[in-house]
């Protein structure tokens, strides 16, 4: 029963950019000697490219030129050099498509990493962080905030990476032939990156929106899925679809603006670059036919048509990787939007647990408690050790006391108050009451799924926030009303209560919640594989399997939230009895709405708003005439 408000679509502000990109790179730092090789790979490529344009000018000027005007043309070195070429042009498609497999492999490495670490992290964080958020926009992080990164680290950063050596080594080359058509590029490529500048700047902010939108919409989509049933039964089809309507067209206007200015980075970019190839040809012949003199890295010299066609093609070079970090500059917004969000669950405080007594098997020798490695049946608590003293020992026996506890899932709303009671050893004490009175925070409470605001809960005598909150939980049995199967057997699923129970654990389990009779009559029994949180049970047969789950766990404390609400009357008849069984020498926590599950406990404790306004067993109850009675005989009923 989750408590607290939900909060769809919710994010923080972006955190600084250099931080995400700090983190994304310790991550790709596992990486280094791959990385090392694809820097290697992409310097090899990016020469390549400007060797190829530097040989038009050798070819024209020091072959084709002298060829044009000789009597009898001696091809043999211009074949040479073509020869050469190939070879160099060769090595850098080996280059290119060893970097490309690398990135392949180092991209999937470092999401595999976060994806990781991220599922890790999530099993930290307390129950208090999934009521606040959908569990759509949780999975939205594993789907397309890491695909996002997928994109921008197999193909945006080593297409940015080749751009930038590209551009240098073009820059270089350039200035190798001519500084006045160099000027000109780099005056042209300043206005280019002016206009990048402001079209990115405008998508940037769309790029995070969009992310933001799709991960309210995917939790919007799995909350719909998730109830279809409830949408049909109250025809709430139309008001369905206008809600999904409203997230549809937020993500639609942001991802509209977010690619609308990205897309025109292309064309534009490309356009001015054929601007830039016209001006070139124009400025260059209009220098070369005036005899101007040429100065470069090489020395002074005249522009020649070797000079200007080169030239030409290194402009090409130069401008393309432009374009194209102009045009991976949206995916990389968009990358880093879905690694913010990523790291923002990764940065989410996890449980906190102070904890330190533990628990152990033990076992009594010569009337002293020991802790043991042998399946005794008993358990104990074990202390540290304190002030240099020993290590003792308090044995489980399941005995709970809450004293004036109260709590609030909010700050400014107390949700229970002044709230005391106890349980013995194998007493069950019931809870009943209107929804929304406190029954299911009390269970949360002792779970620690929630920390008290004041008083006091104790465990056998212990504080409970002395108690590690995984062995409590482990101390305890849950059997919830809204069930939860998982992929896997009938077999698995009851384990999941205790992943070493041997199968003789699990049938015996199965037996005591009277759940062996319908199993052995599914397709391969206990065998079976159910899909779909079990939806080819009944409702009662996958209650029947949370039961034995809880069995086979052999807790001395049993917690059952609503347990036989889902069963029909008939089936709550033979699930009683197993779960008697189930009970029997158990401190038992039952919350139910169906009084006559309750008669025979040793306590019932009537909540009303937070509060406990009546307590006793059954028959004493009866006699005060008071909610209870009123509750039992049908005054009135629980909502």
Known sequence: MNKGVKIRGKVSKPKDVKATISRLFKYVGAYRLRLLIVVLCIMVSAVVGVLGSMFIRTLIDDYITPLLITANPDFSG???KLIQMAIIYAIGVLAGYLYNRLMAVLSQG??????????SHMQTLPIRYFDAHSHGEVMSHYTNDADTLRQMIAQAFPQVLSSIMTIVSVFFAMISLSLWLTLLVLGFAGIMMFVVKKLSGKSGK???RQQQSLGALNGYIEEMINGQRVVKVFCHEEKAKEDFQQRNADLCGNATQANKFANILGPITNNMGHVLYVLLAIVGAALGLANVTNYSLSGVSTITLGMIASFLTLSRSFVMPLSQVAQQLSSIIMALAGAERIFTLMDEISEEDEGYVTLV?????????TETAERTGLWAWKHPHTDGGD???TELTGDIVLDDVDFGYTEDKTVLHNVSLYAKPGQKIAFVGATGAGKTTITNLINRFYDIADGKIRYDGININKIKKNDLRHSLGVVLQDVNLFTG????NIRYGKLDATDADCIRAAKLANADGFIRMLPDGYQTVLTGDGSGLSQGQRQLISIARAAV??????ILDEATSSIDTRTEAIVQKGMDALMHGRTVFVIAHRLSTVRNSDAIMVLDKGAIIERGDHQSLIQQRGTYYRLYTGAFELS
Do not use: E, N, W
Not at 361 to 369: E, F, I, N, Q, S
Not at 553 to 558: C, H, I, S
């Open 553 to 558: 766990a052999d807790p001395p404390v049993m």
């Open 391 to 393: 290590i003792t020992y």
């Open 110 to 119: 470092v999401l595999h990493k976060i994806r990781s670490d991220m599922f």
């Open 206 to 208: 769309y790029f995070v």
């Open 489 to 492: 057997t009938v077999m698995d």
């Open 361 to 369: 098997r033990a076992k009594y020798v010569d009337g002293v408690l």
């Open 78 to 80: 211009l074949l040479t």
